[in-house]
């Protein structure tokens, strides 16, 4: 019994010390939405998710890869493309998708992107 609580309580504190890395973000924006929120992350490992979040905690996230050409983002879905589109110009305050079906324009609040 003494070797289970050993074994526990060592399983334990080993478990608390390994730190739970998280992606660097690189840069973030986001607007309020009818309802809820949308969000754009993009990681330093150039990966991004594109998140709709309504009145639910959790939204749907839209991740992939990007590639920034001169002021455009082109972005490339994993999955299902949003309604967005695959495409967004960035300026000094905004970044604002222009090829899906409706605009989408988000405030900047992060941006380490380096232009090629």
Same mark, same amino acid.
């Given at each position: 019994?003494?070797?289970?609580?050993?074994?526990?309580?060592?399983?334990?504190?080993? @478990?608390?010390? =390994?730190?739970?890395?998280?992606?660097?973000? /690189?840069?973030? *924006?986001?607007?309020? &939405?009818? !309802?809820?929120?949308?969000?754009?992350?993009?990681?330093?490992?150039?990966?991004?998710?594109?998140?709709?979040?309504?009145?639910?905690?959790?939204?749907?996230?839209?991740?992939?890869?990007?590639?920034?050409? @001169?002021?455009? =983002?082109?972005?490339?879905?994993?999955?299902? /493309?949003?309604? *967005?589109?695959?495409? &967004?110009? !960035?300026?000094?305050?905004?970044?604002?998708?222009?090829?899906?079906?409706?605009?989408?324009?988000?405030?900047?609040?992060?941006?380490?992107?380096?232009?090629?």
């Amino acid at each position: 019994m003494k070797r289970l609580i050993i074994i526990l309580t060592l399983v334990l504190t080993l @478990n608390s010390c =390994i730190r739970n890395e998280e992606k660097e973000t /690189i840069f973030l *924006a986001d607007r309020e &939405a009818p !309802l809820g929120w949308v969000y754009l992350r993009v990681y330093k490992d150039k990966t991004f998710e594109f998140e709709s979040r309504g009145l639910e905690r959790k939204g749907v996230i839209y991740s992939g890869t990007m590639e920034l050409k @001169n002021d455009t =983002i082109h972005f490339k879905y994993s999955n299902s /493309i949003p309604k *967005a589109g695959n495409k &967004a110009i !960035l300026t000094e305050k905004f970044i604002s998708y222009f090829s899906g079906k409706y605009p989408e324009r988000m405030k900047i609040k992060k941006n380490l992107l380096k232009t090629k």
